[in-house]
């Protein structure tokens, strides 16, 4: 089969639609999916009847609703086609109600204390936006979830809400520009996708990637990535078969994987999807990652999408490349070349600069994870100080603008807008600084603090709606203006002098950004338990309020899922520690120690007064190191015992920061300097080298 005949051959979509439904139900159903029409349920049951006989033919038995509940993956209940006759046998069925509605027991997901354990109705409802699809011999049904008295229980349902916001508030601006063709304004989103292939023999054999997704202990090897030798290498044939077994798989279920590479780390790799409109994005980037997990099995590998799965290398991001299009193909972030094309792309352009500077923790935020906690900050990935990077040739404009100077590029005049045209803009109009959390590219803005395990949903209901609230104001001020290329003018002047701090073009990576973003007044929350908390705060209640996004019942919510959560992964990282320091580690270092201690006594009692210093100093330095460890250990049990006893949300996830994790790291230090020294056949576990290297 042809890629083109492959792609999307197991997905109910557009065409397959046209070609099994009825000419009027098709209709209806595109309006329910292009303006949010009710669906009625006489056209629900042909869809759902077209839908059954096509998934049938693909070989499945079984449908499920499949949601994303606040465990950060995704939720299946399946339930089979089959219905009983009279005469003992069974036909396939699939009514309109099943596809609409499901009704799965909601009573072991996150609530964050919204509702009792024992309240335990939940239900789904269909997303038409999303496609369905077949997979494993079950047809997947995209759904919301929610809880029985209706609060929001998932993350597609408050992003969906949150592209309505942006969509409502986006085609307001396009209007005032003059633009009464476009109908809906969509945020879009292609997400690279780092990753991690190692042996599976290697993944079983380490308790800690079992139960973290992350190596608790490993000493650096003598190689990682100095050489820069692996990034954009040639592909070794196994990872290679691999990601030819991958994209099969994705192009099958619709999804534009486009691009794959060796990235910076040994064993480390991406794949990157073409733009799509973001809620499916985000959907299809869980079964990214699902994909990439099962394919791994099937060539004896196993895929990490930790966000720091190996100590001194590079972790893995998810780079989330964002934009605004509208239904005529009209990238609302491109630069034009007409007066009005450039008085649009400025206005949106500092939309996202003042989004970004008024909810700077709330994008923090929502990329914070114990996980995510190793790789932001270290050089290799944006710090955890927000900021927008635009380029020299905008900083220029922007500076012409707000300074009423000449432009330093063609025609070196003063600019106006809506009165002088801005330059022809090259394509790429900026570097792509690697250090920016958050960077303009080109057509696109590049949100780069997103780690690779996260669901997309989080930051850009984050996005959508932080824009959204600025492209409100923008438009309740235009809308009633005498003048409006005066007061467009004026607008994005004072916006680019109000929200300046924000824009930084330097190396976010150096000491002395972070004390000139000290000065300019910008956030550094440096953990999780310093950034989650301020989900709740009153203005970001009232702004998700506003866009009716989340209620406040809801954002609180959610700041206690993500911080029990936050505290959560590190008592499991704690207790890891604790069962191979205690089964693994020391008695594998006590057993080496044993023999270097006979071999010394040995050679003492054969060649009384032989000098077996080396021997002698390593056996003594082992015991040394053995005591330490033994007692950060006792030290890390109490501390687990003690916070229990931490009221739950910020105080546990404080007490975490400030005090277990700094044991836990301490621990790591002395166990990887015993591997240091630890003859290899008595270290109990496959070392980093081991790891790495053995694809």
Known sequence: MSVPELFASNVFNAQVMQERLPKETYKSLKKTIDEGKPLDMSVANVVANAMKDWAVEKGATHFTH??????????????????????????????????VVG??????????????????RGYTAWDPTSYAFVKDGTLYIPTAFFSYSGEVL???TPLLKSMEALNTQALRILRLFGNTTAKRV?????????????????????????????????AKPPKGQELE????????????????????????????????????????????????????????????????????????????????????????????????????????????????????????LVAVIKAVNDYQD????????????????????????????VGEELEAVIDSLEKSIP???????????????LPELPKDTTDRNRTSPFAFTGNKFEFRMVGSSFSLAGPNIVINAAVADVLRQFADELEGAKDFNAALHDLVVRTIKENKRIIFNGDGYSEDWAKEAEKRGLLNLKNSAEALPHFADKKNIELFERMKVFTEREVVTRTEIMLENYTKVLTIEGLTMLDMVKKDILPAVGEYTDVLCKKIADVKAVLPGSEV??????????????????????????????????????????????????????MRACADEMEQNTAKKYWPFPTYGDILFSV
């Open 66 to 99: 499949w949601f994303q509940p606040m465990t950060g993956i995704t939720a299946e209940k399946h339930d089979s086609f089959i219905s009983p006759t009279k005469d003992g046998k069974v036909i396939m069925e699939f009514s309109g109600k099943e596809l």
């Open 103 to 120: 009704e799965p027991d909601a009573s072991s997901f996150p609530s964050g204390g919204v509702r009792a354990t024992f309240e335990a």
């Open 154 to 156: 998932d993350k597609k």
């Open 186 to 218: 969509n945020a879009t989103v292609g997400a690279e996708q780092e990753y991690f292939l190692i042996d599976r023999k290697m993944y079983d054999a380490r308790r800690d990637l079992v139960f973290t997704g992350r190596t608790l202990f490993g």
């Open 229 to 348: 030798d692996h990034y954009f290498g040639a592909i070794k044939t196994r990872v290679s078969a691999y990601m030819k077994d991958l994209d099969e798989e994705l192009w099958k279920l619709g999804i534009l994987a486009k691009t794959k590479h060796n990235e910076v780390a040994p064993a480390q790799h991406e794949l990157a999807p073409i733009f799509t409109s973001t809620n499916v994005a985000s959907d299809q980037n869980q079964l990214i990652m699902e994909t990439m997990k099962k394919v791994a099995v099937r060539h004896g590998l196993y895929c990490l999408l930790h966000e720091k799965p190996f100590a001194g290398i590079n972790g893995s991001g998810k780079h989330n490349n964002w934009s605004m299009s509208t239904d005529t193909g009209m990238n609302l972030l491109d630069p034009g070349s007409t007066p009005a094309e450039n008085g649009q792309f400025m206005l949106f």
């Open 362 to 389: 709330l994008l923090r935020l929502s990329v914070a994870s114990a996980g995510n906690d190793h790789r932001l900050g270290a050089n290799e990935a944006p710090p955890a100080i927000v900021s927008v990077f």
């Open 407 to 421: 432009y330093k590029g063609k025609g070196k005049k003063t600019m106006k807008l809506g009165v002088d045209t």
């Open 613 to 666: 210093g080396a021997d002698e100093k390593l056996a003594r330095k082992l015991l040394s190191l053995s005591g330490s460890l033994s007692g950060k250990a006792e030290q890390l049990d109490e501390l687990l015992i003690e916070a229990k006893a931490c009221s739950e949300g910020k105080e546990a996830a404080e007490f975490f920061a400030a005090k277990v994790v700094p044991v836990m790291q301490e």
